[in-house]
């Protein structure tokens, strides 16, 4: 009797489909392109067009790319600060938010930035000197804005997919 209880509780927890944390954000560019890591890691050279449909006249393709990045690196921050008093919870006077939200966006911005930058470095290896056409692609789904982002964060981190044009545009 007591192994078949046992074996229906084992039954019925594998049954329970596990849901996974998928929170999502849609963020202001403007938080990533103004931050002081944006103007150290970015250059003028490659011009950036947010939405679907922002090519401008003249412009000649050189090709598209998809690029995801997953960050963690503020859950890893918070983890550290935890581990270095003691391995009990970050201090509460630590001068920040330790919300799970904060470290969500804190990552989806770091990953925002590692795309741009991505992105800026290939469009200077194929000769081009913007990107354009310039959406989130969470999951093959197009969200097309010329002020925000989308952003995904899990169990394992802010998940960002970008989808754009690289293009030469014409000199001006």
């Known amino acids: 009797m007591r192994k078949s209880v046992v074996l229906c509780l084992v039954a ?3 049954a ?3 849901m996974a944390r998928n929170t999502e954000y849609k963020l202001p560019l403007a938080d990533v392109l103004q931050s002081p890591e944006a103007k150290a890691r970015l250059d003028d050279s490659v011009k950036f067009y947010f939405g679907e449909k922002s090519m401008p006249a003249g412009a000649e393709p050189k090709g598209f790319d998809v690029i995801s990045r997953i960050s963690n690196a503020a859950k890893l921050r918070a ?3 935890a581990n270095s008093f003691g ?3 970050p201090p509460i ?5 330790t919300s799970q939200q904060t470290d969500d966006i804190d990552d989806c911005k770091i990953a925002a930035l590692d795309l ?3 992105m ?8 081009a000197n913007a990107v354009v056409d310039f959406v989130s692609y969470y999951r093959n789904v197009t969200f097309s804005s010329a002020t925000e982002y989308e952003c995904h964060a899990g169990g394992t981190g802010s998940h960002i997919t970008f989808k754009a044009t690289y293009s030469v545009l014409p000199k001006s």
């Open 12 to 14: 019925a927890a594998m």
């Open 16 to 18: 329970v489909p596990a």
């Open 79 to 81: 983890r550290a600060a």
């Open 87 to 89: 391995g009990g919870p």
């Open 93 to 97: 006077n630590s001068g920040r938010a």
């Open 116 to 118: 741009l930058v991505e």
């Open 120 to 127: 800026q470095r290939k469009a200077k290896q194929v000769g």
